[in-house]
C-alpha cells in the first residue's frame, strides 16, 4: 500500500510490480437534485500507472501497518 502525501489530501495506491501501482482517478463530477439540493457525484477511474508519475513531485512511503495482521492478495485477485 502506497500513500502518496499531497497538498489538501492523502492519495492511495497499491503497488503491483515493476514500479507500477493501481489508483483510482477523477474522471468526472455531475450534480443530481435531492429534494431541494444539489449533492456533486463524483465518478471515478481505476487506473495502472507508473508510481513515479502518479506520484508526480508529492512524497510517498510505503503504508503497510497491517501487514502483520493479513496475508497479501495475489497481484491476480488484486
Known amino acids: 500500500l ?5 497538498p489538501r489530501h492523502q492519495h492511495w ?15 468526472g463530477k455531475k450534480h ?4 431541494v439540493h444539489l449533492v456533486p457525484v463524483f465518478t471515478r ?3 495502472k500507472e507508473l508510481l513515479e508519475e502518479v506520484a508526480g513531485n508529492n512524497t510517498w512511503c510505503i ?6 495482521n493479513h496475508t497479501p492478495l495475489p497481484v491476480e485477485e488484486i
Open 2 to 6: 502506497i500513500e502518496i502525501d499531497r
Open 13 to 27: 495506491a497499491l503497488y503491483v510490480g515493476h514500479g507500477y501501482v493501481i489508483h483510482l482517478t477523477p474522471v
Open 32 to 35: 443530481i437534485k435531492l429534494g
Open 45 to 47: 477511474k481505476v487506473k
Open 63 to 68: 503504508n503497510n501497518k497491517s501487514d502483520q
